[in-house]
């Protein structure tokens, strides 16, 4: 499913009709990987649908949300739903299959979010193989296990979504939060976090948890020390149940989540975490005082309950809107980011043109998103480089950067 202002790809142009395609690998639950999923069923595809067991539990509650606001009749839904769920199959990471015709798959894991693979196919009839990265990761996610290193393939379909850029070191992004957080202590304020319901959501909980928990923590920001903890609001109904799918994963966290669940300390709960279920308490919040700290969907600002948020709250200068993840082209998270430095700078939610008053900060440290150096080493982690690399998956920008980087170290990119 497209984001922003990507093209769109009807299906009608595709090399390969719907009816005709045997099985679909889904690396991950993210919606824009997921998202036309229905549709493709609608256009007569009956094939089976092959993912790790962790997106198999994420892949209908996602796809029932999105379809919501889809011009699928809610009649339909239902038998959609029931459909993807008996085609779809859960593999675990790390073990070969075969299929038909001396076809074989392994999936490994991509720490982009849980359950993320990336797979590798082999023709064992002529040794050809192909690797699709889906989108990968980087160290030390909280929750998720590290990206795995992949096998040689004589084609590599890489993503390359920060293709052209670096992201904050990793383990400083906690200090990042606090200090944007101890802000809004300060002043009574309200932090607008627009959180994507799978995956930075519940990456965002873990580390508030161990912000107002651990005592080295609390020793960085002495404002934390001492005052009752801000309430943290995440007023997003799928990202409350994504959470719960979450917690009920916990076989396939990292060995840090794990070992903190073990000894009592559930790693995406702690007291002052709150759920906005209703619509009625969403508005209640909206109109009420801070501090407080929200997590709201979407995650680019492109509806959900965060447009409601930010229309309310944005031209306050006590507020503080913090951007977590990536923002496509054309959506207002862009426009919000772009604009927040310029004198007068606005942006237009619900209609209605809002000047941004707000303090804006981007935190890259969290994108779920492998940035350039991570991409270079998970590529040259292979035993011996591909035949040839097909960059997708980013703007034109971060492509050609990415493919010069490549080149110069001498692989041979499409």
Same mark, same amino acid.
């Given at each position: 499913?497209?984001?922003?202002?990507?093209?769109?790809?009807?299906?009608?142009?595709?090399?390969?009709?719907?009816?005709?395609?045997?099985?679909?690998?889904?690396?991950?639950?993210?919606?824009?990987?997921?998202?036309?999923?229905?549709?493709?069923?609608?256009?007569?595809?009956?094939?089976?649908?092959?993912?790790?067991?962790?997106?198999?539990?994420?892949?209908?509650?996602?796809?029932?949300?999105?379809?919501?606001?889809?011009?699928?009749?809610?009649?339909?839904?239902?038998?959609?739903?029931?459909?993807?769920?008996?085609?779809?199959?859960?593999?675990?990471?790390?073990?070969?299959?075969?299929?038909?015709?001396?076809?074989?798959?392994?999936?490994?894991?991509?720490?982009?979010?849980?359950?993320?693979?990336?797979?590798?196919?082999?023709?064992?009839?002529?040794?050809?193989?192909?690797?699709?990265?889906?989108?990968?990761?980087?160290? &030390?996610?909280?929750? *998720?296990? %590290?990206?795995?290193? +992949?096998?040689?393939?004589?084609?590599?379909?890489?993503?390359? #979504?920060? !293709?052209?850029?670096?992201?904050?070191?990793?383990?400083?992004?906690?200090?990042?939060?606090?200090?944007?957080?101890?802000?809004?202590?300060?002043?009574?304020?309200?932090?607008?976090?627009?959180?994507?319901?799978?995956?930075?959501?519940?990456?965002?909980?873990?580390?508030?948890?161990?912000?107002?928990?651990?005592?080295?923590?609390?020793?960085?920001?002495?404002?934390?020390?001492?005052?009752?903890?801000?309430?943290?609001?995440?007023?997003?109904?799928?990202?409350?149940?994504?959470?719960?799918?979450?917690?009920?994963?916990?076989?396939?966290?990292?060995?840090?989540?794990?070992?903190?669940?073990?000894?009592?300390?559930?790693?995406?709960?702690?007291?002052?975490?709150?759920?906005?279920?209703?619509?009625? &308490?969403?508005?209640? *919040?909206? %109109?009420?005082?801070? +501090?407080?700290?929200?997590?709201?969907?979407?995650?680019?600002? #492109?509806? !959900?309950?965060?447009?409601?948020?930010?229309?309310?709250?944005?031209?306050?200068?006590?507020?503080?809107?913090?951007?977590?993840?990536?923002?496509?082209?054309?959506?207002?998270?862009?426009?919000?980011?772009?604009?927040?430095?310029?004198?007068?700078?606005?942006?237009?939610?619900?209609?209605?043109?809002?000047?941004?008053?707000?303090?804006?900060?981007?935190?890259?440290?969290?994108?779920?998103?492998?940035?350039?150096?991570?991409?270079?080493?998970?590529?040259?982690?292979?035993?011996?480089?591909?035949?040839?690399?097909?960059?997708?998956?980013?703007?034109?920008?971060?492509?050609?950067?990415?493919?010069?980087?490549?080149?110069?170290?001498?692989?041979?990119?499409?």
């Amino acid at each position: 499913m497209t984001q922003g202002n990507d093209p769109e790809s009807p299906m009608e142009s595709w090399p390969i009709k719907p009816t005709e395609i045997d099985y679909l690998f889904l690396t991950h639950a993210h919606i824009d990987h997921i998202g036309r999923l229905p549709e493709l069923i609608r256009n007569g595809f009956k094939g089976e649908i092959i993912c790790s067991h962790p997106t198999k539990a994420l892949l209908v509650p996602m796809l029932t949300d999105a379809m919501k606001f889809s011009d699928i009749p809610v009649e339909d839904l239902r038998g959609i739903e029931k459909t993807i769920d008996d085609l779809s199959w859960g593999f675990e990471c790390g073990d070969p299959f075969d299929l038909q015709k001396g076809i074989s798959f392994k999936m490994k894991r991509a720490g982009h979010i849980l359950g993320s693979c990336f797979v590798r196919f082999e023709d064992k009839n002529n040794g050809c193989s192909v690797l699709f990265s889906g989108d990968l990761g980087a160290k &030390d996610a909280p929750i *998720l296990p %590290d990206p795995e290193a +992949p096998e040689t393939a004589d084609l590599v379909v890489l993503e390359s #979504t920060y !293709g052209d850029r670096l992201h904050d070191d990793r383990t400083h992004r906690i200090k990042r939060l606090g200090q944007v957080l101890t802000r809004s202590l300060s002043d009574g304020g309200k932090v607008f976090i627009p959180a994507f319901s799978l995956g930075r959501t519940q990456e965002l909980i873990y580390e508030m948890d161990r912000l107002f928990s651990n005592p080295v923590c609390q020793e960085m920001f002495p404002a934390l020390q001492g005052q009752k903890r801000p309430p943290v609001f995440v007023d997003s109904p799928l990202g409350l149940e994504i959470t719960k799918i979450y917690a009920q994963l916990s076989k396939y966290w990292d060995k840090e989540a794990r070992d903190l669940f073990f000894s009592g300390d559930h790693p995406i709960d702690f007291d002052g975490l709150y759920a906005v279920e209703s619509h009625r &308490d969403h508005l209640k *919040l909206c %109109d009420a005082k801070g +501090p407080a700290i929200i997590l709201a969907g979407s995650g680019m600002c #492109t509806g !959900g309950r965060i447009i409601d948020h930010l229309a309310r709250g944005i031209e306050d200068p006590k507020n503080d809107i913090l951007f977590v993840g990536y923002q496509a082209v054309g959506t207002p998270g862009r426009a919000i980011q772009e604009h927040a430095d310029k004198p007068g700078g606005y942006v237009y939610l619900n209609g209605d043109r809002k000047t941004i008053n707000a303090k804006v900060h981007t935190l890259t440290g969290y994108s779920a998103h492998a940035d350039q150096n991570d991409l270079l080493n998970w590529i040259e982690s292979m035993p011996e480089k591909p035949g040839a690399i097909k960059l997708v998956h980013g703007e034109g920008s971060a492509r050609s950067t990415l493919k010069d980087v490549l080149e110069k170290r001498g692989y041979t990119v499409q």
